[in-house]
């Protein structure tokens, strides 16, 4: 039994979809193919180094990607990450998406973007409406606590925590943790702490000569 692989995108995209594929049975000469060019949900690839040669000039930064979405976690369970649809939701609850190769942490929703241009009688943005709700952590402690850094040994200082979803999902897993947010918790204390998380803080500071 033989299988051939059609992947067009295969050197553009971080994780390619899969577009037409042969499976040749040689003892009974038979040749079944599948098309996947109108498929909303197709079966993609991973560990795309593993498919061009060691010396290749691409496969350095196919590793890393590669590397990056161990770090993630998002191998985790390989049963359910090789569709596209569920493999791409998996990123997002992850807080991340891809561009150019590479794993970018989702800042904001576009709404909340939207709703932060400033206005142009005010000169000022209500950075505030930024502010994501979450129900579990975020991107950035998600990696900490891979990595062994929320283990409890540890305090955490949030700087902009928002509306405080980091902060009380971090206390529930007995982390001690606080924050200070100019508009949600201007009166809270900046504390000196061993982690000091500034994620998703700079990108909402407005740039007026953009």
Request: aromatic residues 10%; negative net charge; glycine residues 6%.
């Amino acid at each position: 039994m033989l299988s051939l692989l059609w992947y067009p995108d295969f050197f553009t995209q971080a994780f390619p979809a899969l577009e037409t594929s042969y499976r040749i049975d040689l003892d009974a000469e038979r040749v079944e193919k599948r098309s996947y060019q109108t498929s909303i949900n197709p079966p993609i690839l991973h560990r795309k180094e593993l498919f061009i040669r060691a010396n290749d000039p691409r496969s350095d930064q196919f590793k890393e990607l590669t590397n990056s979405a161990e770090q993630l976690g998002l191998f985790e369970d390989t049963i359910h990450i090789g569709f596209k649809q569920a493999w791409e939701n998996l990123i997002a609850e992850k807080g991340f998406q891809v561009i150019d190769h590479q794993f970018v942490p989702i800042g904001n929703d576009e709404a909340s973007i939207e709703q932060s241009e400033p206005n142009p009688n005010s000169g000022q943005i209500s950075r505030h409406l930024t502010a994501l709700s979450r129900s579990n952590l975020s991107a950035p402690m998600q990696c900490l606590a891979r990595h062994g850094y929320l283990d409890g040994s540890l305090t955490v200082f949030d700087y902009g925590c928002g509306e405080g979803y980091e902060i009380r999902n971090l206390m529930a897993n007995d982390i001690t943790v606080s924050g200070w947010d100019p508009h949600y918790a201007p009166d809270q204390p900046k504390n000196e702490a061993d982690i000091v998380n500034i994620g998703f803080v700079i990108n909402a500071i407005e740039n007026y000569s953009a």
